[in-house]
């Protein structure tokens, strides 16, 4: 996923702040663009392989 960054904001080449992707469920936009979707599955796969490792209570093994 390309993102050209503007300032400290990071806009996806539609011109969506990828903030405003993270922020909540794709509207009409988003349902159709493919940048927008795009990032948004990436993060929601983010966001569930980090609720994954804060999950995790197994120790490390030594070996």
């Known amino acids: 996923m390309a993102v050209d ?3 400290t904001d990071y ?3 539609c011109g969506r702040l ?3 992707v993270w922020a909540g469920q794709p ?3 988003g349902r ?3 940048h927008c979707r795009t990032a ?3 993060l929601r796969a983010l966001r ?3 609720e994954e490792l804060i999950a995790e209570t197994d120790e490390p093994s030594v070996d």
């Open 5 to 7: 960054q503007t300032g």
């Open 11 to 13: 806009r996806l080449p």
């Open 18 to 20: 990828l903030d405003d």
């Open 27 to 29: 509207d009409e936009h």
């Open 32 to 34: 159709t663009c493919r």
């Open 40 to 42: 948004y599955e990436s």
């Open 48 to 50: 569930a392989a980090t």
